[in-house]
């Protein structure tokens, strides 16, 4: 059984952040910034994003360093680098940096199906997890979860952590249904044939979550939440029917737990990633906020409503895939990543997405999965096959 506090006799905790650069890697470097005498940041990485590397290289004074795209080695921002710092370079560094000795937590918050092998590395090294990349569970949970210990792997997305949460002290069998949690991105209400017309900058306009491009494009089309559905299902070990999706358009309740008493326990707070960021780097501890809290005296109301999977169809597919199980999952997400990136270009329009992604699955033959290497073929024949049907709508 692993250490739930790897430093708690050494000193402070020492953390690698895989994703530096993007919106959970930033925000968990304001965490450890916050919490300077129980964190100690020891390894960074970055895909392109050379220059805010190396700042937070300097700022943190950190041992080694790694660029996932190697064709930024001569970036003349690595000149900079703190004298004593390593940079190393391409997709398999991300996973040396956070091996060493001197690493206690990893946080992978790389985003896409490019997770899986750092976080199926941490896992059977023994080192804590904090998973901020869903995609691992959705694409390799039947691979992932086995080499999970207890306390081992702490979900950071708001919803699992607080899934996670409201389970602590309970009985785990005794509980009836997940309520899952949704904002309904900036587009609830809407009909299928209003969605038709969305433009990319009107879909990252999320009215109450600051996420990067990608995040924030499938939380409009709700394919967020499909994936956070499965990523539920390999996490506590339940089916696609114990999990239940409800909109909540506040995102002041992050996830509920409902037990066969028909006591439901919520986890409510602010709409700021750095809680479950911090929570995850201080489990089982619960440190001094780093978020304003909310005054429910002010709030207002709470609004629940059913999500529309006829009009967000992201959501149905993704059910669909969790249901089947095997290659499925990680056929959906490798089309939804190139759809996705093909709509922020303007290749496509928004409900293509979900047209991209549903013929991909149509036309895939389900394996069980069986090795990463194997998901990676899958993963990189998905791609393939999703740039045929965005090159087919044109």
Same mark, same amino acid.
């Given at each position: 059984m692993t250490d739930r506090n790897p430093a708690a006799n050494t000193g402070r905790k020492r953390i690698a952040i895989l994703g530096c650069t993007g919106s959970i890697g930033t925000q968990a470097l304001d965490v450890c910034r916050r919490h300077a005498d129980r964190l100690e940041v020891v390894a960074l990485t970055a895909h392109s994003r050379t220059r805010e590397l190396v700042d937070a290289a300097r700022e943190f004074g950190v041992a080694r360093v790694a660029v996932t795209d190697a064709a930024r080695r001569s970036d003349p921002a690595l000149a900079d680098l703190p004298a004593g710092t390593s940079c190393?370079?391409? %997709?398999?560094?991300?996973?040396?940096?956070?091996?060493?000795?001197?690493?206690?937590?990893?946080?992978? @918050?790389?985003?896409? %199906?490019?997770?899986?092998? %750092?976080s199926a590395a941490v896992l059977a090294s023994g080192k804590q997890l904090a998973l901020a990349n869903k995609e691992s569970l959705v694409v390799g949970g039947e691979l992932l979860m086995p080499l999970a210990r207890e306390g081992q792997l702490i979900p950071v997305d708001s919803e699992h952590s607080a899934i996670f949460q409201c389970y602590l002290g309970e009985r785990a069998e005794r509980a009836h249904a997940i309520w899952l949690t949704c904002s309904g991105g900036p587009f609830f209400g809407r009909t299928r044939a209003e969605l038709e017309h969305v433009t990319a900058a009107q879909a990252l306009a999320h009215p109450t979550w600051n996420m990067g491009a990608k995040i924030t494009v499938d939380s409009a089309t709700l394919m967020n939440k499909g994936l956070e559905r499965i990523e539920a299902m390999h996490l506590f070990g339940v089916d696609m029917d114990f999990i239940r999706v409800v909109i909540q358009r506040q995102s002041k309740i992050h996830s509920m737990v409902e037990?066969?008493?028909?006591?439901?326990?919520?986890?409510?707070? %602010?709409?700021?990633?750095?809680?479950?960021?911090?929570? @995850?780097?201080?489990?089982?501890?619960?440190?001094?906020?780093?978020?304003?809290?909310?005054?429910?005296?002010?709030?207002?109301?709470?609004?629940?409503?059913?999500?529309? @999977?006829?009009?967000f169809r992201c959501l149905a597919l993704a059910e669909r895939a969790g249901r089947t199980g095997g290659t499925l999952p990680c056929v959906m997400n490798a089309a939804n990543e190139v759809a996705v990136a093909a709509f922020l270009d303007g290749a496509i329009g928004f409900t293509d997405i979900d047209r991209v992604v549903e013929a991909c699955m149509d036309a895939h033959a389900v394996e069980p999965v069986q090795t990463l290497e194997q998901l990676a073929d899958v993963d990189a024949s998905a791609r393939d096959a999703a740039r045929r049907a965005i090159r087919a709508r044109r």
């Open positions: 190393q370079f391409g %997709a398999e560094a991300a996973v040396d940096v956070c091996l060493h000795d001197d690493v206690d937590c990893v946080l992978v @918050a790389i985003v896409g %199906a490019a997770g899986l092998a %750092a037990y066969e008493d028909g006591s439901v326990i919520a986890h409510l707070g %602010a709409s700021d990633m750095r809680i479950p960021i911090q929570y @995850a780097f201080s489990y089982p501890d619960r440190w001094e906020t780093p978020a304003p809290r909310v005054d429910f005296r002010e709030l207002g109301s709470l609004d629940f409503a059913a999500p529309d @999977a006829d009009a």
